[in-house]
Structures are given as C-alpha cells and as structure tokens.
T-cell receptor
Framework: NAGVTQTPKFRVLKTGQSMTLLCAQD?????MYWYRQDPGMGLRLIHY???????AKGEVPDGYNVSRLKKQNFLLGLESAAPSQTSVYFC???????????????FGPGTRLTVL | GENVEQHPSTLSVQEGDSAVIKCTYS??????FPWYKQELGKRPQLIID?????GEKKDQRIAVTLNKTAKHFSLHITETQPEDSAVYFC????????FGAGTILRVKS
C-alpha cells in the first residue's frame, strides 16, 4: 500500500495563478483532510471531507476550494494564489470517529508551495 | 471552537535525560488525544495516542498522561536519544483534530 500520496511535491506560482493539489489514499478511509503548516503555527485545517461527495470548512478555508468526487481522492484548489498562501500543505486521511474507531490520521508527504 | 496550547516551544535535553511536553485544551467534549512526531522535511507521524477513558498509556520509552478535570495532557520521553530530536505536536479531537503549535526537541549527545 502506498498510503497517502500527494502531487506535486513542489510548486512555485506567481500571484494570481491557479493550481490544484491532488491527494490520493489507498486505505479505503472515509475522512480526508487538507492542512497547511507554517512556522510556529502547527497544522491548521483548511477543509475536510467525511465521505465521497461531501466537503466542509476548517479553520482557515478562505482562498481555497476542495472537491471529493471519488472516495480515494481529495483535491485542493487555489483559484487566485496570494503570497500569504506560501506554505507546506499536508493531506491526511482517517477512518474518522465512528463507533469507537480511533481517529488516527495518516499524513501524505506534503507539497511545498511558494507564491511570488 | 477547540483551542490547544502546547509548551514549551523549544526543549533541549542531554542524551539519556527525560523530556516532558505539556498541552492544554479548551473543549471538554474532546475525547481523543494523539501525539505526532515530525522530522525535518518529513510528514507528521503518530507516535502515541490516548482516549478520554484512559489516564495513562505507555509504549516503551514514551508515555502520555491525561487529566480530564484540568484539561491537560503530557508526553513523557525517557532515556532520550539523538534520534528523538524532532518537532512534536499534540492534538485534541471531538470530531476533528486541533493541533498545538509544536515543540522543537533537541537531544544533545
């Protein structure tokens, strides 16, 4: 099993450009998450999904959109990139908190995004 | 919403000593408390977790304690080794995880 994978690994954008980050998991997890990680601020939740076709806002959703058309994939879009979106983006997946199952989240390797 | 505070932000210890990292949370409904280790340039990885019906859990040199009344939980690493050097994150969850800001642990040999 590959676990959680992310593409691309690195990307440099100019202000105003758009892009999509792809997350894929092969563990048949229901829940998927997108986080951003900035120095000294830990991991902050952008958007998440509790199942195919569902999405919800996290702590810092502004400037991002997401889609979960297939259970194994979770896409994060930036419509008009800004320098404030320079960060490392992590995707994660889990079984979620349901019927006593522990919400262990498994993370992808991350995407380092720079917006100039 | 949930808020998680983590202390200290940096911690330096001598090899073989113990290290303790503390977190407090605000939402009394939180019932799952994982700890993640992140090495430089790598992804966060779960090292230990505890649920709200358990006060303490141990896995070799790592232990976590939970005080639900005071709403705080701690990570204890004994007999630290250079490979323990990393950033450690605590988190608390009712229906989604909220992470602390992280602790940089340096183990000096």
């Amino acid at each position: 099993n590959a676990g959680v994978t992310q593409t691309p690994k690195f990307r440099v954008l100019k202000t105003g450009q758009s892009m999509t980050l792809l997350c894929a998991q092969d563990m048949n997890h229901e829940y998927m998450y997108w986080y951003r990680q900035d120095p000294g601020m830990g991991l902050r939740l952008i958007h998440y999904s509790v199942g195919e076709g569902t999405t919800a806002k996290g702590e810092v959703p502004d400037g991002y959109n997401v889609s979960r058309l297939k259970k194994q994939n979770f896409l994060l879009g930036l419509e008009s990139a800004a320098p404030s979106q320079t960060s490392v983006y992590f995707c994660a997946s889990s079984n979620g908190l349901y019927r006593g199952r522990t919400d262990t989240q498994y993370f992808g390797p991350g995407t380092r995004l720079t917006v100039l | 919403g949930e808020n998680v505070e983590q202390h200290p932000s940096t911690l330096s210890v001598q090899e073989g000593d113990s290290a303790v990292i503390k977190c407090t949370y605000s939402d009394s409904a939180s019932n799952y408390f994982p700890w993640y280790k992140q090495e430089l340039g790598k992804r966060p990885q779960l090292i230990i977790d505890i649920r709200s019906n358990v006060g303490e859990k141990k896995d070799q040199r790592i232990a976590v304690t939970l005080n639900k009344t005071a709403k705080h939980f701690s990570l204890h690493i004994t007999e630290t080794q250079p490979e323990d050097s990393a950033v450690y994150f605590c988190a608390a969850s009712f229906n989604k995880l909220v992470f602390g800001a992280g602790t940089i642990l340096r183990v000096k040999s």
